[in-house]
């Protein structure tokens, strides 16, 4: 078994390194009004995509305006004085291209992949969105519809929908992150125009924003479209909030009902977790890893292969501040909740007082280190990755580091940090039960 585990990891490891065995080549520089430009070429494509990320998400609301950020991602795609209603996806789609957007509680993120002879039409559109996008009453009305539509679908509809919600509120007592990215229905039913154009002047300005391009172009023709659509776009100068609360150490577990429309009853759990890009983050991946991270991680092999839970899942939630670790155990028909809870602690509860086996060790890290990567395999995860980089730490160079931060890991620092987040008095722990 051991010469399994070894083959394995050197298979793997060998994998990973080699897919960054060059550093990747890419121009930044700035333009007067603050707009950062990320420029990458990769002529082996014939395609390009333009993304541009706002370093504005759920956190950055008002308290009483919650889900703003989510609803600017649908009315970015109203349009704006030169295009026309509804015909922002029909404009890249009739170039032969894609656009999407997502939103998380740190940015908002939006991007067209499109041949590369279509360049300049998706610079021109980012920057419509950027200038002077359409929020009128037609489209606020429209979309604010959408919105709370999707939050019955995704969230109030669905089977144990609402526990991200309902472990956040539990979670934070002052952080931002205690609210979703969906927001409260009423806040955005209640929202006036106002409210939602002062948000759009705030936040949607070129000095928070960054402009990737990667793919096949030309630099400098691609520096001179950038300059003509983008530089006289006016630098935003309302100010920002940016919060810089510190979440309370927990101190006492958090024990709740929610009492839904489901089969099958199930535990949550939120446990504390590192800041994106900290030394405890990388450890923190490389302990989800080990839990829950392939077919023969911990609890898949000990709770999901015994039959206990129909369906388990851990994650550490990926955020700028401190944020959360997420656990998920939906009991198999016929099976007591509390006893897939209590395996499920078990299993973390080992992480905490042992060290992890050499085979494991190592597993985890060759499939971490592939998974770094595999993500810097195609266009669309290199620019997200050289915008995330710069909006969080100004430094989109990182993209190059990115497998050096797991370096040195040890098994007694994985023990160190499971220590430091994986307490029961620093959790909370939901039980989903059916709604009679």
């Known amino acids: ?7 394995l990891f050197l298979t793997v490891t060998v994998f990973a390194v080699n897919g960054q065995t060059e550093k990747l080549k890419f121009s930044e520089y700035d333009l ?3 707009l950062h430009v990320i420029l990458y070429q990769d002529h082996t494509t014939p395609n390009v995509l333009v993304s541009v990320m706002y370093h504005v998400g ?13 609803l600017f991602e649908h009315l970015m795609f109203e349009g704006s004085e030169n295009i026309g209603r509804g015909e922002y996806f029909a404009m890249v789609q009739a170039a032969g291209g894609a656009v999407n957007a997502n939103t998380t509680q740190d940015r908002t993120y939006y991007f067209e992949n499109v041949p590369s002879n279509e360049l300049q039409l998706a610079l021109w559109m980012e920057s419509e969105r950027m200038l002077h996008a359409k929020i009128d009453s037609v489209g606020v009305a429209t979309q604010k519809g959408v919105v709370i539509e999707e939050r019955k679908q995704t969230y109030d509809n669905r089977p144990y929908g609402t ?10 007592k002052v952080h931002p992150y205690k609210w979703q990215t969906i927001g409260n229905p009423e806040h955005i039913i209640n929202a006036t125009f106002d409210d939602i154009n002062n948000f759009y002047k705030t936040y949607y300005v070129p000095n928070n924003a960054v402009l990737v391009i990667a793919g096949d172009f ?15 776009i006016p630098k935003g100068t309302l100010s920002m909030y940016r919060p810089d609360v510190v979440e309370p150490q927990q101190t006492e577990e958090v024990r709740d009902t929610v009492y839904d429309k489901i089969q099958l009853p199930a535990v949550f759990m939120a446990y504390h977790a590192p800041a994106m890009g900290s030394r405890d983050y990388y450890v923190m991946e490389v302990l989800s890893q080990i839990l829950y991270g392939g077919e023969s991680s911990r609890i898949k092999t000990n709770i999901d292969d015994k039959g206990l839970s129909a369906q388990s ?14 656990v998920v155990g939906i009991s198999n028909v016929g099976k007591d909740i509390k006893e897939v809870e209590e395996a499920i602690s078990n299993e973390i509860q080992k992480i905490t007082t042992e060290l992890v086996s050499p085979e494991e060790f190592q597993m985890a890290m060759a499939a971490k280190e592939f998974e770094t990567a595999a993500s810097l395999q195609s266009l669309a995860g290199i620019a997200q990755r050289l915008a995330d980089n710069y909006t969080y ?6 993209i190059n580091r990115e497998l050096s931060y797991y370096d040195g890991i040890t098994r007694e620092e994985l023990l160190s940090v499971a220590k430091k987040y994986f307490q029961p008095d620093s959790r909370v722990v939901l039980y989903y039960l059916l709604k009679e």
């Open 1 to 7: 078994m051991r010469r399994i585990f070894l083959f």
């Open 32 to 34: 007067p009004n603050g």
């Open 58 to 70: 759920a956190k950055n609301e008002n308290p009483e305006r919650t889900g703003f950020a989510h």
């Open 163 to 172: 526990f991200m919600e309902e472990l956040g509120k539990r979670t934070f």
């Open 218 to 232: 030309d630099e400098d023709q691609a520096k001179g479209w950038v300059k003509k659509y983008f530089e006289d």
């Open 313 to 326: 899942l851990l994650f550490c939630n990926t955020t700028e501040d401190p944020g959360v670790v997420y």
């Open 393 to 398: 730490f100004k430094d989109a160079d990182r």
